[in-house]
C-alpha cells in the first residue's frame, strides 16, 4: 500500500478534461513540494509537474498541477489519445526520511 | 542533451550481489542529487534511493536499507547501486534519475531502465 493514495483508474471522451488526486499526510504533502510523472509502458517516466504547479520546458499547459494542504491534484484537459498512460504524484516523506510514490493512476482515454 | 546510460542488470540468485552502474553525461554532474527508482513486474513505480550532490547523504526506501548502496564518482560521471541480499521482491525495472532543480526532489530526466531479476 502506497504512502500516497491516487485512484487507480479515471477516463474521459477526447477534448475532455481528467483530474487526479493525490492524497498524503502533513510528513509529505503537508510540507514538501510535489511532482507528477507521465510513464508509458517500456519507456522512461516523464517529469509533468515539479514544486507543485510548475511545468518543465517542453511541457504543454494542458498540463496543471495544485496541491492544498495534504493533497495535490493533477489536471489533464483537452484529453488526447497519447495521454493513455500511468501519471504518478510523488514528494518526500519527513517522517520516513525517503521520497514516495503515490500507486499510479491508469488515464483512458475514451 | 543529457543522458543516463545504466549498466549491470541481470539474472541473480536469492542471496547473491549485483551493482548497477549509471553514466551520466550533457550537465555539470556534480551539482546535482541523483535518485534510484524501481518498477517492480505489475507494480507502480518505488522510490529506492537518493545521494547528494556531493555524495555526503543518502536515504533509502525501507525495505533496502541495509541491503542497498548508493554511490557516486563525479570525477568520472557515474553513479551505483550496489544490491546485496538480494530477495524475489527485487525484481525490477531500474531506473536511474537525474534531480531536476538543485536542492529539489523531483526528477526530470531517466535512465531506460535496467532489468533485474532475482531468482533460483
Known amino acids: 500500500q502506497s504512502v500516497l493514495t491516487q485512484p487507480p483508474s479515471v477516463s474521459a471522451a477526447p477534448g475532455q478534461k481528467v483530474t487526479i488526486s493525490c492524497s498524503g499526510r502533513?510528513?509529505?504533502?503537508?510540507?514538501?513540494?510535489v511532482s507528477w510523472y507521465q510513464h508509458l509502458p517500456g519507456t522512461a517516466p516523464q517529469l509533468l509537474i515539479y514544486?507543485?504547479?510548475k511545468r518543465p520546458s517542453g511541457i504543454p499547459d494542458r498540463f496543471s498541477g495544485s496541491q492544498s494542504g495534504t493533497s495535490a491534484t493533477l489536471g489533464i484537459t483537452g484529453l488526447q489519445t497519447g495521454d493513455e498512460a500511468d501519471y504518478y504524484c510523488?514528494?518526500?516523506?519527513?517522517?520516513?526520511?525517503?521520497?514516495?510514490f503515490g500507486g499510479g493512476t491508469r488515464v483512458t482515454v475514451l | 542533451q543529457v543522458q543516463l546510460v545504466e549498466s549491470g542488470g541481470g539474472v541473480a540468485q536469492p542471496g547473491t550481489s549485483l551493482r548497477l552502474s549509471c553514466a551520466a553525461s550533457?550537465?555539470?554532474?556534480?551539482?546535482?542529487?541523483m535518485h534510484w527508482v524501481r518498477q517492480a513486474p505489475g507494480k507502480g513505480l518505488q522510490w529506492v534511493a537518493v545521494?547528494?550532490?556531493?555524495?555526503?547523504?543518502?536515504y533509502y526506501e525501507e525495505s533496502v536499507r541495509g541491503r542497498f548502496t548508493v554511490s557516486r564518482d563525479n570525477s568520472k560521471n557515474t553513479l551505483s547501486l550496489q544490491l546485496n541480499s538480494l530477495r524475489a521482491e527485487d525484481t525490477a525495472v531500474y531506473y536511474c534519475?537525474?534531480?531536476?532543480?538543485?536542492?529539489?526532489?523531483?526528477?526530470?530526466?531517466w535512465g531506460q531502465g535496467l532489468l533485474v531479476t532475482v531468482s533460483s
Open positions: 514544486d507543485n504547479n
Open positions: 550533457g550537465f555539470t554532474f556534480k551539482t546535482y542529487a
Open positions: 510523488a514528494t518526500w516523506d519527513n517522517s520516513l526520511s525517503a521520497g514516495v
Open positions: 545521494i547528494s550532490y556531493d555524495g555526503s547523504k543518502r
Open positions: 502533513s510528513s509529505n504533502i503537508g510540507n514538501n513540494y
Open positions: 534519475a537525474k534531480a531536476h532543480i538543485v536542492g529539489g526532489n523531483s526528477m526530470d530526466y
